[in-house]
């Protein structure tokens, strides 16, 4: 027994410098896998749902149903809601309220009520913005009925309004 403790302090001896190189190895390897593990699509995708609750939050959910309502468009059936989060990106999707199937938005409504509540979702975002910058509307009616022509020439009025003020 003795023989063999001698023999494996002098392995240990002769060897010294690899395993110490092996365990310093050993200790990179360690850093490097927490610091990947820390960089992992899903701790950033939960961390982007957080800060997405933030920015898409009921202030702007509800200036998009305060928009969809100003544009005259409060009869159609729809809301924002989180769609997913995959690989560090959220996704937020307008559905249909009350669905009893998936049905997507642009499946069902019509150009013009498509048009409309997009429309309603690009207001509910920079309406509430201290934006000095203009935005330039390329025929913003076209797809409209009338009344919805209308109540769209009424909202951007009032918008100009604001800006000159």
Request: proline fraction near 1%; aromatic fraction near 6%; charged fraction near 30%.
């Amino acid at each position: 027994a003795q023989i063999f403790d001698l023999e494996a302090r002098k392995w240990l001896f002769d060897n010294k410098n690899d395993i110490i190189n092996a365990q310093k190895d050993i200790l990179k390897i360690e850093k490097i896998t927490a610091a990947i593990k820390l960089c992992r699509s899903n701790k950033l995708s939960s961390k982007n749902s957080e800060l997405s609750a933030l920015l898409v939050s009921q202030q702007f959910i509800d200036n998009f149903q305060k928009e969809l309502n100003l544009l005259g468009a409060r009869n159609i059936g729809v809301h924002i809601e989180k769609s997913k989060t995959s690989k560090g990106k959220v996704y937020h999707a307008i559905r249909l309220k009350d669905a009893k199937i998936n049905s997507k938005v642009e499946s069902v409504l019509s150009e013009g009520e498509f048009r409309i509540v997009s429309l309603a979702a690009f207001l509910a975002d920079v309406s509430e913005k201290a934006l000095n910058a203009p935005f330039i509307f390329d025929d913003p009616i076209s797809s409209l009925d009338v009344d919805y022509e209308e109540k769209t020439i009424e909202r951007i009025i009032e918008l100009s309004k604001n800006i000159l003020t």
